[in-house]
């Protein structure tokens, strides 16, 4: 198992320009999450999801948006970006609530200049 | 909405010496976890905490969760050049939503 994909590794986008962060997951979790973590900091709930077409927000909502059409995938879409969405973004699966472990991708590197 | 809080933000310890972590949520959690995070890495998950009052053990790492299942500590004794990095605690709610501390940094002086 490749456990939770991220692509891309590291991006630079331009102010007010657009884009998809890519999230798949193949456990056959039913929980995914979208985090952000800026230098020095905590996570961030951006986004999560309780089950394909299932979605809510976290604490940062604004700015992104996402979908969840399948099960193994959670991608999270950027638009308009702003240098305050200048980050490492995270997305992370489980299983369900109360079973514990979140496994985490490896992250996205995003920088808006 | 819930907050978690986690003190302190560092800690630098000789090595050998004890560390520990503390984190308060603003509400009753149904349960919490506990990540490390070396730099540039993810978090890695350590341990759950479920029961009001558990205590767990993971050789020198030892987990409590409060009675009022509202706050948790992480004490580690002994730290070892290889506990370096960040650790965090996450508190669940019934409806899946999970928020995370700010983390607390660990840096140990061999």
């Known amino acids: 198992n490749a456990g939770v994909t991220q692509t891309p590794k590291f991006r630079i986008l331009k102010i007010g320009q657009s884009m998809t962060l890519q999230c798949t997951q193949d456990?056959?979790?039913?929980?995914m999450y979208w985090y952000r973590q800026d230098p020095g900091m905590g996570l961030k709930l951006i986004y999560y999801?309780?089950?394909?077409?299932?979605?809510d927000k976290g604490e940062v909502p604004n700015g992104y948006n996402v979908s969840r059409s399948t099960t193994e995938d959670f991608p999270l879409r950027l638009e308009l970006a702003a240098p305050s969405q200048t980050s490492v973004y995270f997305c992370?699966?489980?299983?369900?609530?109360?079973?514990?472990?979140?496994?985490f991708g490896p992250g996205t590197r995003l920088t808006v200049t | 909405g819930q907050q978690v809080m986690q003190i302190p933000q560092y800690q630098h310890v000789q090595e050998g010496e004890d560390f520990t972590t503390y984190c308060n949520s603003s509400?009753?959690?149904?349960?919490i976890q506990w990540y490390k995070q070396r730099p540039g890495g993810h978090p890695v998950f350590l341990i759950q905490?479920?029961?009001?009052?558990e205590v767990k053990k993971q050789k020198r790492l030892t987990f409590q969760f409060g009675e009022a299942k509202k706050n948790s500590s992480l004490h580690i004794t002994a730290t070892q050049t290889t506990d370096v990095g960040t650790y965090f605690c996450a508190g669940d709610t019934n409806a899946g939503k999970s928020t995370f501390g700010d983390g607390t940094t660990l840096t140990v002086k061999p």
């Open positions: 905490l479920v029961k009001s009052g």
């Open positions: 456990m056959n979790h039913n929980y």
């Open positions: 999801s309780v089950g394909a077409g299932i979605t």
């Open positions: 992370a699966s489980r299983a369900g609530t109360g079973l514990g472990e979140q496994y």
């Open positions: 509400t009753t959690l149904s349960n």
